[in-house]
């Protein structure tokens, strides 16, 4: 099965998240024939583990299950529109999350933890809470102004901070269509 760990966004921000990619369609049209995200699959990734067979799962959700519980709810906002690798040369855009109190990194770092310590290939790039609104085919260039205004006109800036009470896990089908995903499981985070 191909995997990944992830927190769940609530309703509110996923609408303005879409609003936001509609933004910036509607700003730069060269944007629109590119891979956006559907909805209904926005979620900011925790730990990709890509494809593994059902014992290895098990046994990662056992052992996440427990350094969950042990970490503290934190809270999370989604805060601003970024280009990346930069806005010259975009490959992805991202909504890229404010950690205040360094929650997500630790979640994401014991997962990177577990999974390695199960021979899977830990993670070379250091990480950043975000959520992948769009993957362009070719890399091309966004004004930092459209970014900009596709968060006023989303109203990114006045959505209430999320508070994270679990990550989940997932299965992921590709399809023509877009990514299928199955929740797998649950991990509750100790309440504050």
Request: glycine share 6%.
């Amino acid at each position: 099965m191909r995997c990944f760990l992830a927190i769940e966004l609530p309703e509110a921000i996923i609408v303005a998240l879409d609003a936001a990619g509609r933004a910036i369609r509607d700003l730069d049209a060269g944007w629109s024939e590119e891979k956006w995200v559907a909805p209904e699959v926005m979620h900011v990734t925790l730990k990709f583990l890509g494809g593994v067979n059902t014992s290895l799962i098990d046994q990662f959700s056992c052992e996440f299950a427990v350094a969950a519980s042990g970490q503290s709810t934190f809270p999370l906002q989604l805060t601003a529109l970024r280009a990346v690798p930069k806005p010259a040369r975009a490959s992805m855009i991202w909504t890229v999350a404010d950690d205040p109190t360094g929650g997500c990194a630790a979640l994401a770092r014991t997962a990177d933890q577990i999974a390695g310590q199960q021979g899977l290939k830990p993670d070379s790039r250091p990480f950043t809470a975000h959520v992948t609104l769009v993957r362009a085919r070719r890399v091309r260039a966004i004004e930092p102004c459209t970014l900009a205004d596709a968060a006023t006109r989303s109203d990114l800036a006045s959505l209430s901070t999320l508070s994270v009470l679990s990550a989940t896990l997932f299965a992921s089908t590709l399809t023509p269509q877009g990514p299928i995903h199955e929740r797998l499981a649950e991990f509750a985070l100790r309440a504050e």
